[in-house]
């Protein structure tokens, strides 16, 4: 069952979506009422919204004072425990992500895989919104974020390539098979097979925009 996220009226504010894939997060924000600028050092052809190709950090040091949110998912490869495991090495960039970010002064989000080295962040799972997946993202937010319930994991994952059967949760890496299913699950019709296992569910970064938005309208 797709889980339906409803959309919000524009409310005039941008956020810029830095390392964007195919734009996951960014309609998270879309249906919270915001407009999406996407940047990726990839082609990203399906992403929905606006997009420029080019550095994410040498985007957001030229540009991120135009925006009035900033939303980073820098690449996750590093701190993944498939990755530890295969000895592989990747750069570090939420160091110097955050400096940057804090040298500019906007509100922002930083999003990553559990074991990233984010602070003090809130950890957001499928479960907590209905979805057919577990899927733990965090996020280090400059504003307050309520912390969810987070239900019992009582279904299983299926297993890596065979088909998901009734009472399991889709596990969406790797060569995952049935796309049209995940894409369901993940409430992104629009992306491949690549962007699904790259992607946060919209209704992540939905709920984290309300925050923001609940915070901006408390500061007023």
Known sequence: MTHQLPARTANGLRVLD???CQGGAGMGYRLAGFNVTGIDTAPQPRYPFAFHQADALAYLAEHGTEFDLIHASPPCQRYTNAQKI???DHPDLVEPLRKLLAAIGRPYVIENVPGAPLLDPVELCGTMFGLRTYRHRLFETSFPVAHLHHPRHLAPNAKMGRPVHDGEFMHIVGNF????LA????GMP???RDGLREAIPPAYTAHIAHAFLTSTEVAA
């Open 18 to 20: 830095l390392f964007c």
């Open 86 to 88: 295969r000895g592989n």
């Open 177 to 180: 098979s049935n796309v049209p």
């Open 190 to 192: 629009w992306a491949s």
């Open 183 to 186: 894409r369901d699950v993940m």
